[in-house]
Every structure is written in structure tokens, then in C-alpha cells.
């Protein structure tokens, strides 16, 4: 994998520039690739492989804090989001 560094030039971003240099050189991101182990059985390493995506996956920016979260969603002036459980305090398995 190899990164360009690029300024912002006629439209094209670092990251859109980046992207594609990326994509170029590693057809197979890490995000399309099926981690063996995660399919308990054939059948569900079947699904995983044939499944058609839909939408963006993502991005790779860090998770919002649950603080943070809680504050952010849109709520009718009768209904409160009280922030009761969160990560590191609570821990797998729940």
C-alpha cells in the first residue's frame, strides 16, 4: 500500500487522492476481507461471501464517545436520554 500526499488541487482532496491510490495498489481492503473465524458454520461463511452490500460501509474515524452520543440525538421536548451503561466502565459480555 502506498500513500501520496497531496494538496488540495482543482477539487481533489488528500483523502480522495489517497482513496484511490489505496483502492489502486489493494483491491481487496481490509474492510472486504472475511475474517475465517467469525462464520460458526459453512452456511454463514457462505451468506458473508455472497451477500450483496448495501450503501457506504463506513469510515475508519474513531467511535463518538458515549457521552458525546447522548447528546446528539434528537428528542420531542417530553422524552429525556439518560446515559446509564458505557464503555470502559462495562465490558464484553454484558
Do not use: K, Y
Not at 483502492?23 to 475465517?36: F, G, K, T, W, Y
Not at 454463514?44 to 460501509?57: C, N, Q, S, Y
Not at 467511535?63 to 464484553?92: H, K, N, R, S, Y
Amino acid at each position: 500500500m502506498r500513500f501520496v500526499l497531496a494538496w488540495a488541487l482543482m477539487g481533489w482532496s488528500f483523502l480522495a487522492i489517497h482513496d484511490a491510490v489505496v483502492l489502486a495498489d489493494d483491491p481487496a481492503s481490509s474492510r472486504d476481507r472475511i475474517n475465517p473465524d467469525v462464520a460458526g458454520n459453512e452456511e454463514v461463511e457462505r451468506i458473508l461471501r455472497t451477500f450483496p452490500g448495501r450503501g457506504a460501509v463506513g469510515d475508519d474515524s474513531s467511535p463518538t464517545p458515549a457521552a458525546e452520543a447522548a447528546t446528539q440525538f434528537e428528542l420531542p421536548e417530553d422524552l429525556q436520554i439518560e446515559l446509564v451503561a458505557a464503555e470502559p466502565v462495562v465490558e464484553q459480555p454484558l
